[in-house]
T-cell receptor, first 114, second 113 residues
Framework: NAGVTQTPKFQVLKTGQSMTLQCAQD?????MSWYRQDPGMGLRLIHY???????DQGEVPNGYNVSRSTTEDFPLRLLSAAPSQTSVYFC?????????????FGSGTQLSVL | SQKIEQNSEALNIQEGKTATLTCNYT??????LQWYRQDPGRGPVFLLL?????KEKRKERLKVTFDTTLKQSLFHITASQPADSATYLC????????????FGKGTRLHILP
């Protein structure tokens, strides 16, 4: 089982460039989410989705867009990258709605914005 | 907004002793409170979940307690081993309110041989 797959693993951008971080899960999970992790800040929720066609904002949504056209995929878009978006990004998924509510995490994308 | 505090940034425990980590929150009690382990360079891995109507949960050497009056969860690792050294994250699952799952900053646990 692949679980939650994130690509790329590493990325360097220049200020103002755009890019999409990819996230795919093969567990048929309804719930997916994006977090960023900075030293001393823990994991902060960017956006989340409870199912295809539904997205909502988390704690730190500014500068990021998401869409959920399929159950499997939940891409995160940076429209105009800023140095403040240098971070490690984690995608996670969960079955939700049942007795097993835990999050399954991808291995992360390390993004540097110069 | 909901705030989560984990007792300390780092905790050093002698091998064989019990490690106790604290998670405090403000405002609303979560539907579930979850604990995760994170090793350097890796994504968090789920350990235990406790529901708002449960007081205690155990899994092997791990024990979690949940006190909604104190707005606190304690996470215990008994007979600690150097392999338990990692960062431990507390998460509040607010599925009964807005479906957000929010995390504390984590506690780095070092088990000293």
């Amino acid at each position: 089982n692949a679980g939650v797959t994130q690509t790329p693993k590493f990325q360097v951008l220049k200020t103002g460039q755009s890019m999409t971080l990819q996230c795919a899960q093969d567990m048929n999970h309804e719930y997916m989410s994006w977090y960023r992790q900075d030293p001393g800040m823990g994991l902060r929720l960017i956006h989340y989705s409870v199912g295809a066609g539904i997205t909502d904002q988390g704690e730190v949504p500014n500068g990021y867009n998401v869409s959920r056209s399929t159950t499997e995929d939940f891409p995160l878009r940076l429209l105009s990258a800023a140095p403040s978006q240098t971070s490690v990004y984690f995608c996670a998924s969960s079955p939700r709605g049942g007795t097993n509510e835990k999050l399954f995490f991808g291995s992360g994308t390390q993004l540097s914005v110069l | 907004s909901q705030k989560i505090e984990q007792n300390s940034e780092a905790l050093n425990i002698q091998e064989g002793k019990t490690a106790t980590l604290t998670c405090n929150y403000t405002n609303y009690s979560p539907a579930y409170l979850q604990w995760y382990r994170q090793d350097p360079g890796r994504g968090p891995v789920f350990l235990l979940l406790i529901r708002e109507n449960e007081k205690e949960k155990r899994k092997e050497r791990l024990k979690v307690t949940f006190d909604t009056t104190l707005k606190q969860s304690l996470f215990h690792i008994t007979a600690s081993q150097p392999a338990d050294s990692a960062t431990y994250l507390c998460a509040l699952d607010m599925s009964h309110r807005d479906d957000k799952i929010i995390f504390g900053k984590g506690t780095r646990l070092h088990i000293l041989p």
